[in-house]
C-alpha cells in the first residue's frame, strides 16, 4: 500500500515537472518571438540618419574629386598624343578644350584637321577654331563638364607649382595657352615664318614651358596639367596652400 502510493507520488511529481518544463519554453519562445522594441528602432533610425548625414557628403566630395582628377589624366594624354603625332607627321599641333554645347560634352582634342601645305593645321582655338569629326577626326577625350579651365592668374599659389616643375624657368617661359608640340616632340610657340608665307614652331624660338588650370565647379578643388621645355608632361592637384604630383 505504501509502495503504491510512493509510486503515485513520483508519477505526480514527474507530471508536474513536465508541466513546469513546458510552461518555461513557451515563456522562451514568446521572449524571442517580441523582437524590437520601439527605443531600439529609435536608436537605430538614429544611427543610420548620423551615417548617412555625415557619409553622403564625403562619398560626393570623393565622386566630384575623382572626376576632375580624371578630367587632368585625359587631358594630360590628349598632350602626349599630340607630342607623339607632331613627331610622326613633322608638323606642329596644338591641343583645345571645347566648352561644354549640349548634347556634346567638353572636349579635349589634338587640332590635326584639316592640315595645310603652308604648315598650319586645324581650325584654331574655340570659339572660332572646333573639333574636327572627320574623317579622320582628331583625337579627342570627353572632359567632365565639373573640370572648368582657369587662367593661371585665379589659380593658388603658382609660385609653389613654378618652382617644383619648373625651377630653372622664368615667368616668361610659362606659357598658359593653348600647349603646342613642334616635329622635335618639344613644346613650343608658333610664329610667323621669316618668309611670311606660313608658320613654324619648333626650338628656334627658345625654351617654352606649359600649364593648364582646371578647377571644379562643385567643390572649388584645383588641378594643373604642365610641360616642361623637354617635353615632360605631369598632372598635379593643389592640397593645403601646395601643389603635388597626382598619381
Same mark, same amino acid.
Given at each position: 500500500?505504501?509502495?503504491g502510493?510512493?509510486e503515485?507520488?513520483?508519477?505526480?511529481?514527474?507530471?508536474?515537472?513536465?508541466?513546469?518544463?513546458m510552461?518555461?519554453?513557451?515563456n522562451?519562445?514568446?521572449?524571442?518571438?517580441?523582437? +524590437?522594441? %520601439? #527605443?531600439?528602432?529609435? /536608436?537605430? =533610425? $538614429?544611427?543610420? +540618419?548620423? %551615417? #548617412?548625414?555625415?557619409? /553622403?557628403? =564625403? $562619398?560626393?566630395r570623393?565622386?566630384r574629386?575623382g572626376?576632375?582628377?580624371g578630367?587632368?589624366?585625359?587631358?594630360?594624354?590628349?598632350?602626349?598624343?599630340a607630342?607623339?603625332?607632331?613627331?610622326q607627321?613633322?608638323?606642329?599641333?596644338?591641343?583645345?578644350?571645347?566648352?561644354?554645347?549640349?548634347?556634346?560634352?567638353?572636349?579635349?582634342?589634338?587640332?590635326?584637321?584639316?592640315?595645310?601645305?603652308?604648315g598650319?593645321s586645324?581650325?584654331?582655338?574655340?570659339?572660332?577654331?572646333h573639333?574636327?569629326s572627320?574623317?579622320?577626326?582628331?583625337?579627342?577625350?570627353?572632359?567632365?563638364?565639373?573640370?572648368?579651365?582657369q587662367?593661371?592668374?585665379?589659380?593658388p599659389?603658382?609660385?609653389?607649382?613654378?618652382?617644383?616643375?619648373?625651377?630653372s624657368?622664368?615667368?616668361?617661359?610659362?606659357?598658359?595657352?593653348?600647349?603646342?608640340?613642334?616635329?622635335?616632340?618639344?613644346?613650343?610657340?608658333?610664329?610667323?615664318?621669316?618668309g611670311?608665307?606660313?608658320?613654324?614652331?619648333?626650338?628656334?624660338?627658345?625654351?617654352?614651358?606649359?600649364?593648364?588650370?582646371?578647377?571644379s565647379?562643385?567643390?572649388?578643388?584645383?588641378?594643373?596639367v604642365?610641360?616642361t621645355?623637354?617635353?615632360?608632361?605631369?598632372?598635379?592637384?593643389?592640397?593645403?596652400g601646395?601643389?603635388?604630383?597626382?598619381h
Amino acid at each position: 500500500m505504501q509502495r503504491g502510493k510512493g509510486e503515485a507520488a513520483l508519477r505526480e511529481g514527474a507530471a508536474d515537472a513536465r508541466d513546469c518544463s513546458m510552461k518555461n519554453s513557451g515563456n522562451i519562445l514568446k521572449s524571442s518571438e517580441r523582437g +524590437f522594441s %520601439l #527605443l531600439e528602432l529609435m /536608436i537605430v =533610425v $538614429a544611427i543610420t +540618419f548620423v %551615417l #548617412l548625414v555625415f557619409g /553622403i557628403p =564625403v $562619398a560626393l566630395r570623393s565622386v566630384r574629386t575623382g572626376r576632375l582628377r580624371g578630367a587632368s589624366s585625359d587631358y594630360a594624354s590628349m598632350l602626349q598624343a599630340a607630342r607623339t603625332r607632331a613627331v610622326q607627321d613633322d608638323r606642329f599641333y596644338s591641343v583645345y578644350v571645347q566648352p561644354v554645347a549640349a548634347p556634346n560634352p567638353q572636349l579635349a582634342y589634338v587640332d590635326i584637321y584639316p592640315q595645310a601645305v603652308n604648315g598650319t593645321s586645324g581650325h584654331g582655338a574655340p570659339p572660332t577654331g572646333h573639333y574636327d569629326s572627320g574623317p579622320p577626326s582628331d583625337p579627342s577625350a570627353a572632359l567632365s563638364g565639373d573640370a572648368v579651365p582657369q587662367p593661371a592668374a585665379a589659380a593658388p599659389s603658382t609660385a609653389n607649382l613654378y618652382a617644383q616643375f619648373c625651377a630653372s624657368c622664368t615667368p616668361p617661359m610659362i606659357n598658359n595657352t593653348a600647349p603646342t608640340f613642334g616635329p622635335e616632340g618639344l613644346p613650343c610657340l608658333p610664329v610667323v615664318s621669316v618668309g611670311g608665307t606660313g608658320t613654324v614652331c619648333n626650338s628656334a624660338t627658345g625654351p617654352t614651358a606649359f600649364v593648364t588650370f582646371l578647377q571644379s565647379s562643385i567643390t572649388g578643388e584645383w588641378t594643373a596639367v604642365t610641360v616642361t621645355p623637354a617635353g615632360r608632361i605631369k598632372t598635379w592637384y593643389y592640397d593645403s596652400g601646395t601643389w603635388a604630383p597626382q598619381h
